[in-house]
């Protein structure tokens, strides 16, 4: 049981952190970057600890991690070069 | 142990990864509903990729409600852990589950955690966010706001009713230990989305 009030106790450290890091003024690049490893630190702990990934065997847990945040980054990778460039375009030569 | 896995796998009782059907379905389907979010939350940085006006979140939102939202959320996730690990044991031990004391408390959260979510809708309405306008800037935000937030509610409220439907069936002393850790995975995950939406959404 305790370890799991220890968990408790580091996700809110790391939540103060994000929330102090928001009202910091960082630059862009680096907040945006410093928030998306605490998130993902979170999130392994929360799938580590509470959902005991970390007791289970290596397919489950590849199936898990791969499963959802490789999904994920591709189906990013795949679109957000898209936005960035109409968004690139709409800058040079106006809305319309 | 090796003769016992080999055993539970001839016998059809263990998948091939070594876990109870129930955890592999359980696990599968987490997978499948969290790509359903990666799409959504993709979909949500595309759009602000795109936006030249999305509004500053500190200037919408107060950031210290959602963080006390966050609290709750946490707080109810480490209770359900709590009542997993208790189930594990009074399994073990031959006893009565006394999960029933950490399911409760973890429902309660739950509840407290959709109504904060209920008053931050209503606020944001009542200062005239909408599907497709608000008075801050890109209207695709408003969009955003109610279907990110709205189907995380949804599977906070679904995981809510899990957790009444278990505390009850334990309190008959139905479910077992195996019934408690899945509805421990399924509230565990609707922590582990909120953790990517507070960021992504109210932070970044």
Same mark, same amino acid.
């Given at each position: ?7 408790? +106790? ?12 928001? +009202?910091? +003024? ?71 | ?7 539970? !796998? ?13 955890? &592999? ?32 979140? $500190? ?13 709750? !959320? ?22 009565? $589950? ?5 399911? !409760? ?17 209503? #606020? ?15 209207? $695709? ?14 599977? &906070? ?5 899990? !957790?009444?439907?278990?505390? &009850? ?10 019934? &408690? ?6 509230? #565990? ?16």
């Amino acid at each position: 049981m305790k370890t799991y009030w220890i968990t408790w +106790s580091v996700l809110l450290v790391f939540t103060a952190v994000m929330l102090w890091a928001d +009202s910091a +003024s960082l630059p862009r690049q680096a907040f945006v970057v410093f928030m998306l490893i605490a998130m993902l630190t979170k999130a392994t702990i929360i799938a580590a600890n509470f959902m005991h990934l970390k007791a289970e065997r290596l397919p489950l847990v590849l199936t898990v991690v791969i499963g959802l945040l490789g999904m994920g980054a591709v189906l990013w990778l795949l679109i957000a070069p898209d936005a960035t460039r109409i968004h690139e375009i709409v800058t040079k030569y106006g809305p319309r | 142990m090796m003769q016992t896995d080999r055993l539970e !796998l001839l016998t059809g009782a263990h998948t091939a990864v070594i876990a109870g059907w129930r955890k &592999v379905m359980m696990w599968w389907f987490i997978v499948t509903d969290g790509l359903l979010f990666a799409g959504f939350l993709a979909s949500y940085g595309y759009a602000r990729l795109l936006a030249f006006d999305w509004p500053a979140q $500190s200037g919408v939102f107060s950031l210290k409600y959602i963080a006390a939202m966050t609290f709750v !959320l946490i707080t109810s996730s480490a209770t359900m852990a709590s009542a997993v690990e208790e189930a594990r044991r009074s399994a073990r031990d031959g006893r009565r $589950s006394g999960a029933l004391k950490y399911v !409760l408390p973890t429902a309660l959260g739950g509840l407290a955690f959709l109504g904060m979510q209920a008053y931050e809708w209503a #606020h944001l309405i009542g200062e005239g966010a909408r599907l497709t306008q608000n008075p801050w800037g890109a209207p $695709s935000f408003g969009a955003y706001f109610f279907l990110l937030t709205g189907f995380h509610g949804t599977h &906070v409220l679904t995981g809510l009713v899990i !957790l009444l439907t278990t505390a &009850v069936r334990l309190a008959k002393g139905i479910t077992k230990e195996e019934g &408690v850790e899945m509805a421990g995975l399924y509230w #565990h995950f609707v922590d582990l989305v909120w953790v990517f939406i507070f960021t992504l959404f109210y932070l970044v």
